[in-house]
Structures are given as C-alpha cells and as structure tokens.
C-alpha cells in the first residue's frame, strides 16, 4: 500500500542546534515530495518541495530536505533551529504514475525548540 | 491576492443531520482538494477536482460523504447523517492544474457532531 511515515510524533532541539524531521514513503516510481508546516491557530503553508533534478531542495525560512531514491526518504533538516520554528510538520507524497489522482501526508511531527 | 476560503469555519450540529461545507478556491486554480484532519493527527485524503470532475472518489471514508464543483470554482463537501466520529477539521486546498503544483490550504472548517 502507498504510505508516508514519519516516525517521531515529537523533536526536541535547542535553538541553535541543527535539526532534521524524518520522512519515508513507500509509493510506486519517483513520487513528488513535499513538506508543510503548520503553525498553532494557523493553516498549513507550504515549505518545499522535490520534482526532479538536484537531490537537495532548499526551501523557506532556511529549510532544505534531501531526497533519497535508494532509502526512499526525504527527511526536513535546518543547519541551526530558532524557537520560532516550533510547529507541527508534514511530509507529503504524490504518485506520478497512475495514482496521481491521491495525495498522501505522513501522522506528522512536532518540532519543539527550546531556548 | 485572496487564499483559498472556508465556510462555515465552525459548525456545531447534531448526531444525523446533514452538513455542507463550501471551499472558494484560488482564482484560476483548477485543482481542489479535500482533507480531513482529526484532532491529533494527520490530514486524511478525501477527493481531488480537477476542473469539475473528480477522477478518484475511493478516499472518501463512506457513502455519506459527498463532493460537487461547479463552474470550475466553488466546491461543496456534504456530510450525510452526521455521525460523532466525523467530527473534524475538514481541510480544502486548490493548486494550478499540473500535479506537481504546490498546494494552497485554507483556514479549515471545524465540525463538531454532538
């Protein structure tokens, strides 16, 4: 069956520290990769996202998220956390081949930074 | 510009009665999501418009759910015999036409089915 998993419902880190949040898929060919975020009281807004070309994606506020074929992973990382970016996230696939017509988010993970 | 719009963004109703939840997507955009996202966990696919035809309804979580767009815009999600456990935020988004298109959420929908 076509899944995403994120396995850490939570991430701790201290601001400053680098972090990454974990993303595997299990979709048939080279899905699409995506990543949001969603912020307390707020809607999900886009963070990147991975269609072709360079394996590294570099996205906002300073994420990047690295593509994997072999692994099938695309796991979120920041070189230095800020508290601000405390948030729940999720990591998003799309089939390219014939099940394009659904789109699969992971249980997402919250990301805590600590001052 | 205006996002993506949700109405009601809050909906009280009671056990078996009927529901229906509008979307106002992006200007232009031609494809439209619904998702559904239960307190504590991730957001559930339910169908995809592209145009006014939805090519894969099998997401939807039974025959009481529903979904129309007309005129390539507005789309209306219609819960039937509400049930407690279809208490949720229900999700729209809308993104241009190709499938590799970024997608645009709106602010939600918050069902409560006492």
């Known amino acids: 069956a076509q899944s995403v998993a994120q396995p850490e419902d939570q991430v701790n880190v201290a601001e400053g520290n680098p972090l990454t949040v974990k993303c595997t898929y299990s979709?048939?060919?080279?899905?699409?990769l995506f990543w949001y975020v969603q912020y307390p009281n707020r809607g999900l807004q886009f963070l990147l996202k991975?269609?072709?070309?360079?394996?590294l994606v570099k996205g906002s506020y300073g994420f990047e998220a690295e593509f994997n074929k072999s692994q099938t992973s695309f796991h979120l990382k920041k070189p230095s956390a800020l508290v601000s970016d405390s948030a729940l996230y999720f990591c998003?696939?799309?089939?390219?081949?014939?099940?394009?017509?659904?789109?699969?988010f992971g249980s997402g993970t919250k990301l805590n930074v600590k001052p | 510009g205006a996002g993506v719009s949700q109405s009601p963004s809050n909906k009280v109703t009671e056990k078996g009665k009927d529901v229906e939840l509008r979307c106002d997507p992006i200007?232009?955009?031609?494809?439209l999501y619904w998702y559904r996202q239960s307190l504590g966990q991730g957001l559930e696919f339910l169908i995809y418009?592209?145009?006014?035809?939805?090519?894969?309804k099998s997401g939807l979580p039974s025959d009481r759910f529903s979904a129309e767009r007309t005129g390539g815009s507005v789309s209306t999600l219609t819960i039937q015999r509400t049930q407690q456990e279809d208490s949720a935020v229900y999700l729209c988004?809308?993104?241009?036409?190709?499938?590799?298109?970024?997608?645009?959420f709106g602010p939600g929908t918050r069902l409560l089915v006492l």
């Open positions: 988004a809308s993104s241009l036409g190709q499938i590799q298109e970024t997608q645009y």
């Open positions: 979709v048939s060919g080279n899905p699409y």
């Open positions: 991975y269609i072709t070309g360079d394996n």
């Open positions: 998003a696939v799309r089939d390219r081949g014939d099940n394009f017509n659904k789109f699969y």
């Open positions: 200007s232009g955009h031609t494809a």
């Open positions: 418009f592209q145009g006014n035809s939805a090519p894969d």
